[in-house]
């Protein structure tokens, strides 16, 4: 056993020693306050008690896809054009090359963007995809400010030059002409749209993720088809047509779908694995086909009365989202598309493939403001682009629509504003005004004393 002369680093030292020289540090305490923490006292929602391996943010096993390839991609990006461009075999001479040389402009914008855009919220199947997804809203954008400044005429003839059969004024049409509730008046309202309906309502579900909030939604564009079919006639639709058709069947069926989609990707265990970490031709398809699944998945809770700044929020988007399925109908109305044209399917399809990045940056934004220091890019260029065309619409409406907006509309969406602007007076204005006075009274009789 070693006596205390010991020159051992573990025994005590004498008073006398160097170490007295300094102060003497305490001895660092296990736990918290003495206390001992246990493994399940610990929050794992806090970041720095998670440790991500970096096999579960790449695939190593196709760690080509995830290295920086910009010299190699503008090698091919101009190896492609000087080939069709130079080779008389693609274009031949004395044709015309306006629409290829717009293609290839476009395409070169895009190759751009993939590879030097900043990443988005998502990562499946692979970044690049959304920073697609943000050049081609970027390039609507652009293409509605140029329109923002031409007259509804020159924009008729300028869709011509994309599809030669435009140009010609659409008839009017009417879905309330025979209301009468028989079965064959319902037979033949089911449709093509009424597919359109639930495939629409199950990618807003996905991107809302939310019952509620889809169901106001829902409720709040049937009652935008009431106001504004006096403008667009095909807004006139029988009641059952509105309330059961399209709300109780077509809407809910696409909601309730999608939800249930949701909660199936909310509960799911993910497990990343590399292709070279399965064994089997079957698992590797299937690590193959999971690369096109959410990496993980985040159920949005709104809480739309929680504060006054969660209402705002929540009553902001559902009018950004009530203008952007109004839109639609109002652009193919002044520029004469069939409701079936590929300029509008692709419309709603870019909208809803750009809504998936901008609604989860936008939930981040409002529920995580430590983290997301500013509004991510998706959320703010479909902002934008949403509200450049509502400036188009206000601009090209002039002397289309004359009819003004019937009295009781215009009663029934003062009595709307109203209660939306009265219950968040009520909801938090009174209570902190009661707590405004308590405060003052405490003060006064604090001074009082």
Request: proline share 5%.
């Amino acid at each position: 056993m070693l006596s205390e002369t010991t020159d051992s680093p573990t025994s005590p030292v004498h008073e006398d020693s160097d170490v007295l020289l300094s102060p003497r540090e305490e001895e660092p305490q296990p736990g918290i306050n003495g206390n001992t923490v246990r493994w399940y006292d610990a929050d794992r929602t806090e970041s720095y008690t998670r440790i991500t391996p970096f096999q579960e943010r790449h695939d190593t096993s196709v760690e080509f896809f995830y290295k920086p390839i910009t010299l190699t991609a503008l090698t091919i990006g101009l190896a492609a054009l000087a080939y069709v461009a130079m080779t008389q075999d693609v274009l031949e001479e004395g044709r015309d090359k306006r629409r290829i040389g717009a293609y290839a402009a476009l395409a070169s914008f895009l190759m751009f963007s993939m590879i030097q855009f900043r990443d988005g919220p998502y990562i499946r199947p692979h970044p690049a995809l959304w920073r697609v997804v943000l050049g081609i809203n970027l390039l609507y954008e652009l293409a509605l400010v140029f329109l923002l400044f031409q007259d509804l005429d020159s924009a008729r003839t300028m869709m011509t030059l994309l599809d030669p059969a435009l140009g010609v004024p659409l008839p009017e049409k009417s879905y309330a002409e025979n209301c009468a509730v028989t079965a064959n008046n319902i037979w033949n309202a089911i449709d093509i749209f009424c597919l359109a309906h639930t495939l629409g309502w199950f990618g807003k579900a996905m991107i809302l993720r939310d019952y509620w909030f889809c169901w106001i939604l829902s409720i709040a564009f049937e009652l935008a088809e009431y106001s504004l079919q006096h403008q667009l006639p095909n807004f006139a639709e029988c009641w059952w047509d509105h309330w059961v058709l399209d709300v109780l069947v077509c809407n809910w069926l696409g909601t309730y779908l999608g939800m249930k989609t949701c909660q199936y990707l909310e509960v799911k265990p993910y497990e990343w694995r590399g292709l070279r970490q399965t064994r089997g031709l079957r698992s590797k398809a299937r690590r193959v086909l999971s690369q096109f699944s959410p990496h993980d998945w985040t159920a949005f809770k709104w809480e739309g009365t929680a504060s006054f700044y969660h209402y705002t929020t929540v009553v902001l988007l559902l009018a950004v989202f009530l203008a952007a399925e109004l839109n639609p109908f109002y652009l193919k109305s002044l520029l004469w598309l069939e409701p079936d044209h590929p300029m509008v399917i692709l419309r709603l399809a870019g909208v809803f493939l750009c809504a998936l990045p901008a609604v989860r940056e936008l939930y981040q934004y409002v529920n995580d403001p430590k983290k997301a220091k500013r509004m991510g890019q998706h959320c703010w260029l479909l902002l934008a682009t949403i509200l450049t065309e509502l400036l188009v619409i206000a601009k090209w409406s002039r002397g289309q629509f004359e009819e003004a907006l019937p009295r009781q509309v215009k009663w029934a969406w003062s009595i709307g504003g109203t209660l939306v602007l009265l219950y968040p007076a009520i909801r938090f204005g009174l209570p902190s005004a009661r707590r405004y006075v308590r405060r003052h009274k405490r003060k006064v009789k604090a001074k009082a004393t």
